[in-house]
């Protein structure tokens, strides 16, 4: 079993930065890819960025250029650092985990809440 906590939401205005952290404990040593999701009021809960274990990135079209994902195994902490901030980009963002087991299992975090003020 794996836990994920994330930290580092907030309101912010549109331009600026936050840096969201998720840090995860438990079976560790079986998590394979990461990944950050939002969620919008009324929308449907969408990738916004995944890193594999060896810490190669994809990003959604929407963020790319923006937002940065990055991962430190040794401290078993993920990042997602967030510039030039829109207010579309608010939403509760959620941190993934997908676990290299048969069958796979994967786990959520609890979500952080981001809010981009115009």
């Known amino acids: 079993q794996v836990r994920l906590v994330e930290s580092g939401g907030g309101l912010v205005q549109a331009g600026g930065s936050l840096r969201l952290s998720c840090a995860a404990s438990g079976n560790i040593f079986s998590i394979n890819t990461m990944g950050w999701y939002r969620q919008a009021p009324g929308k449907q809960r969408e990738l916004v960025a995944a890193?594999?274990?060896?810490?190669?990135?994809n990003y959604a079209d929407s963020v790319k250029g923006r937002f940065t994902i990055s991962r430190n195994n040794a401290e078993n902490t993920m990042y997602l650092q967030m510039n030039s901030l829109k207010p579309e980009d608010t939403a509760i963002y959620y941190c993934?985990?997908?676990?290299?087991?048969?069958?796979?299992?994967?786990?959520w975090g609890q979500g952080t809440q981001v809010t981009v003020s115009s």
């Open positions: 890193i594999s274990r060896s810490g190669s990135p």
């Open positions: 993934k985990a997908d676990l290299n087991t048969s069958p796979r299992f994967i786990y």
